[in-house]
């Protein structure tokens, strides 16, 4: 009984407790799933349920949904202790499949056990965003570009790579770690205004709108490569304009 008790002690001296949200679920063996998550003031975590399903009083935690969680271990893979709902799901069935690339997005950028200390509120404040914002696209250029600064990549789209000021008439190159370059190669160039709607000086309008967000898929294919993000072949089937 003696060493239940220190044991049971020494299990509660390094139990970890956070809010959650889970960005991907797996299947572990016959009974249990692994659950990649995000921690409130930890960063991307890897957690074990164990015996999800074999025990009736257990149940599968949800995407989209906030949970008061403990857990322990120090290895890549953490015990989930106890959890609790935090939050009901609040995002709207029709935004699940943007919801599904956010985390497809996180979980390919973010290294596990990285302290990462507002990951936790940009994915929560992002996925609010969502269910209010006029036009999900620029949702979407917000949360990469959020996300890959929190990932520590170097963004720049204030100033070119001579740090100079962008000039909303001039047509620029971005070179990933660099930034923007002049260039009048109209293939692969974007507009000025464009840099300067990414960096919020200016409005978004439809042409900068489209700009951005070829822009931000070679950058997101740049930082994640050789991997692809499975989701947009589901987004071409939809109906937004991706």
Request: hydrophobic share 35%; charged share 25%; aromatic share 14%.
């Amino acid at each position: 009984m003696e060493r239940i008790r220190v044991f049971s002690k020494l299990i509660r001296l390094i139990m970890n407790n956070s809010e959650i949200y889970i960005i991907k679920i797996s299947a572990y063996r016959e009974s249990s799933n692994l659950y990649d998550a995000i921690a409130k003031d930890y960063g991307k975590i890897t957690l074990i349920h164990k015996g999800i399903k074999t025990n009736k009083k257990n149940f599968q935690l949800e995407l989209f949904t906030s949970y008061k969680v403990s857990w322990s271990g120090k290895g890549d893979v953490k015990f989930l202790r106890s959890f609790e709902i935090n939050s009901e799901n609040i995002l709207d069935k029709k935004y699940y499949v943007i919801g599904m690339y956010f985390n497809e997005l996180m979980y390919y950028l973010i290294k596990n056990d990285y302290q990462i200390e507002k990951l936790y509120e940009h994915y929560f404040l992002s996925l609010n965003e969502l269910q209010v914002s006029k036009h999900f696209l620029i949702t979407l250029n917000n949360y990469e570009i959020g996300l890959l600064s929190l990932a520590g990549n170097y963004l720049n789209f204030e100033s070119d790579i001579n740090g100079k000021e962008i000039d909303k008439n001039l047509k620029y190159l971005y070179i990933p770690e660099q930034g923007p370059k002049i260039n009048s190669n109209e293939n692969e160039c974007y507009s000025g205004e464009t840099f300067l709607a990414l960096s919020g000086k200016f409005s978004y309008n439809k042409k900068t709108l489209r700009e951005s967000r070829l822009l931000m898929k070679r950058l997101i294919d740049y930082y994640i490569r050789p991997k692809k993000i499975k989701t947009r072949e589901i987004l071409q089937f939809t109906k937004f304009d991706y």
